[in-house]
């Protein structure tokens, strides 16, 4: 495995294990609330994902977003491993932000189909075969990512093409 990759590779493991802390607490917090307000479960597909998307997804975003755009140019793992996310335009916030929402997409297609799944199970209907699209697609595309990946040696995903940025090894050590 060449070096950016390996690095890179390994500052997702650890970006992804501070977003699962993240989720965790997010889910015993929920658990607590709710049994402390003695909530019952509603598996409303609609309402699921507007609160997903609130309290885990924009915030995943926002913190790979951020980060990247600071004087960091990268998450806690990127700067752990020494990588930049890097642009030749003046418009860097731009293309890190839609880095970061191209990157993050397949995830709100998955969630999408995990929220009408569990809505159609819970009203003991047979999920509908669209929603085979939404639990399907994003793990497709997310292989083609790391295809991309592994092809570019760790330099540039699908993402990063589109939004025309690439990992470099850091210039600076701040």
Request: charged letters at 15%.
């Amino acid at each position: 495995m060449k070096t950016l990759l390996k690095k890179r590779f390994i500052a997702s493991v650890i970006d992804f294990g501070i977003i699962a802390v993240y989720a965790t607490l997010l889910l015993l917090g929920t658990i607590f609330i709710s049994s402390v307000f003695d909530w019952k479960f509603n598996p409303n597909p609609y309402l699921g994902q507007l609160i997903d998307l609130i309290t885990l997804t924009l915030p995943v975003i926002m913190y790979s977003y951020l980060t990247e755009k600071s004087k960091w140019k990268g998450t806690v793992g990127k700067k752990l491993q020494k990588l930049s996310v890097v642009t030749d335009h003046n418009k860097s916030a731009k293309n890190i932000l839609t880095r970061n929402i191209l990157k993050y997409l397949p995830w709100v297609f998955a969630h999408t189909g995990v929220h009408w799944t569990i809505y159609y199970t819970a009203n003991n209907i047979e999920p509908p075969l669209w929603t085979w699209f939404f639990l399907i697609t994003p793990q497709l595309v997310v292989i083609a990512y790391v295809i991309s990946i592994i092809s570019s040696k760790g330099q540039k995903s699908i993402y990063d093409n589109i939004a025309k940025t690439k990992i470099a090894y850091q210039t600076n050590y701040e």
